[in-house]
Every structure is written in structure tokens, then in C-alpha cells.
């Protein structure tokens, strides 16, 4: 986005349509052109553009507040045309990979 005010203005239009929306906090800043995100704790939901894709991911560090995007606990992000079901989909990527963690820590650590 070219201005600080179409950043502004295109998270709120996102945060509009999340459900909850008053769960979620806005993020807008200025690197090589003007970007947002909505954030709740470390989950984070990008638009590049105003519109879809919207990206969703998990940050890790639990410190940051707001968090600032790119560092994710894991590779695997969902983005898609619904902020709500990107939102949805990256939870359940989460959730397998706690799953696994479990899985693997069980198998190293037998009580």
C-alpha cells in the first residue's frame, strides 16, 4: 500500500470481517511501502494489499508485543480469499504439529 492511510483503512476493513473482532488488535507500519496485520497474541493475519490472500501464521516469540510478523514457530502457513477460515486452517496446521512434538518427545523420553 502506497500510504499509511490506505494501511490504516484496509485493516480495518479486515478486522470487520474476523469473527470476534473485537479480539483482535491492528498492526500497521512503513517498510518499502506501507503493510498491516491483525494480531491476537501470536497469531497473526497479513494482507499485502488490502484484500485477499490473507496469510495467517503463528509467531513464537510470546515476548513481543505486537508481534512482528515473518518469525513463525513453524514453516507450514495458511493463505486464502477467507481471513476467518485462514485463521481456522493455521490452527489446525498447529495443532498437528503439536501433535508431533508430543509424539516425539514420548518416543525420546519413555517414562
Known amino acids: 500500500m502506497k500510504t499509511k492511510s490506505e494501511a490504516q483503512k484496509a485493516a480495518r476493513a479486515l478486522k470487520v470481517r474476523m469473527r470476534d473482532p473485537s479480539t483482535w488488535k491492528v498492526r500497521v507500519w512503513e517498510n518499502a511501502g ?3 496485520m491483525l494480531y491476537r497474541g501470536t497469531l497473526q493475519i497479513c494482507t499485502t494489499n488490502g484484500g485477499p490472500p490473507y496469510s495467517c501464521l503463528l509467531g513464537y516469540d510470546i515476548s513481543e ?4 510478523g515473518g518469525a513463525a514457530i513453524w514453516l507450514d502457513h495458511y493463505s486464502g ?3 476467518n477460515e485462514a485463521v481456522k486452517q493455521q490452527l489446525k496446521i498447529a495443532r498437528q504439529v503439536h501433535r508431533r512434538i508430543e509424539r516425539v518427545l514420548e518416543l525420546a523420553d519413555p517414562k
Open 34 to 36: 506501507w503493510h498491516c
Open 81 to 83: 480469499s477467507d481471513p
Open 65 to 68: 508485543a505486537p508481534p512482528m
